[in-house]
């Protein structure tokens, strides 16, 4: 028990759509961000939900599901 309370909730498929629809509202409907903005509001979905996950690997995540793709120095979210 106290190694699923250390990590907090895992990130699931599901979570990971709340966070993209977290990080839409955050930015006004912006779906182009720079790594500055995606990290801060990542990390914004993540201290709200008591998550213990770094950004980085949330991120990671997200781009493992497709749910991100990365041009360059931005992040585009994908509908």
């Known amino acids: 028990m106290f190694f699923a309370q250390t990590l907090g909730p895992a990130l699931t498929p599901t979570s990971a759509a709340a966070l993209c629809d977290y990080v839409l509202n955050k930015t006004n409907g912006k779906r182009t961000l720079s ?14 939900r008591a998550n213990a ?16 793709t990365q041009e360059g120095a931005k992040y585009k979210l994908s509908a």
């Open 35 to 48: 790594a500055t903005e995606l990290h801060a509001a990542v990390e914004e979905f993540l201290t709200q």
């Open 53 to 68: 996950s770094t950004p980085d690997s949330v991120i990671a995540f997200l781009k493992k599901l497709g749910r991100v």
